[in-house]
């Protein structure tokens, strides 16, 4: 009996010492890990405040949020929506991130499109819209025009295309748009 409890004790003291983490979930920065997770400890992990079980009352798109104030940050994936009736954050940082990102039923939109040909279609709603095209090729397409306050910022080699503002064209800048004059200001 005493051999099987010694082979019982190596089997478990040296299954213990073995290191099998995958390297698809390492991480040094928030922008080293997909959309719906956190880099905690070098790890992109669940945080649990997106869908599932124990969401904590988060939207799925939500990566983290603020239930009572209805907030919602977003970092990055790739068709993104903001939850209807909520105010989103949403962070375009990775390369192709955000290809399609609808901000139409968001109380208000803040999007950074930093990422390399991120934020291909944008889409505001009728709420508050300010999205800063600094990733060189991104906003290929961005729609505002129904916001009651829509601030574009474009940076060299960022929005191929004219974004599209509220009108009057006093509300267009030559690098986007602008709810500063007082007519393009309302919400």
Request: charged share 10%; net charge negative.
């Amino acid at each position: 009996m005493t051999l099987a409890r010694l082979l019982v004790f190596v089997a478990l003291a040296t299954g213990c010492a073995i290191n099998e983490r995958s390297g698809d979930y390492t991480c040094a920065v928030q922008a080293d890990c997909s959309s719906g997770r956190t880099c905690s400890g070098g790890l992109c992990v669940v945080t649990g405040n997106g869908s599932g079980s124990n969401n904590n009352g988060c939207p799925a798109a939500c990566t983290t949020c603020d239930v009572n104030a209805k907030t919602c940050a977003i970092d990055g994936g790739n068709n993104v929506t903001c939850p209807t009736g909520w105010a989103c954050n949403v962070s375009c940082s990775r390369q192709g991130s955000c290809d399609k990102l609808d901000c139409g039923g968001a109380t208000s939109c803040t999007v950074s499109c930093s990422g390399v040909e991120s934020c291909k279609d944008v889409q505001c709603g009728a709420g508050q819209c300010k999205v800063t095209c600094s990733g060189q090729a991104s906003c290929a397409a961005l729609d505002c025009r129904d916001s009651c306050a829509c601030d574009v910022t474009c940076a060299q080699n960022a929005c191929n295309s004219k974004p599209l503002c509220p009108t009057p064209t006093t509300c267009t800048t030559p690098t986007g748009c602008s709810s500063a004059p007082a007519t393009c200001g309302g919400c």
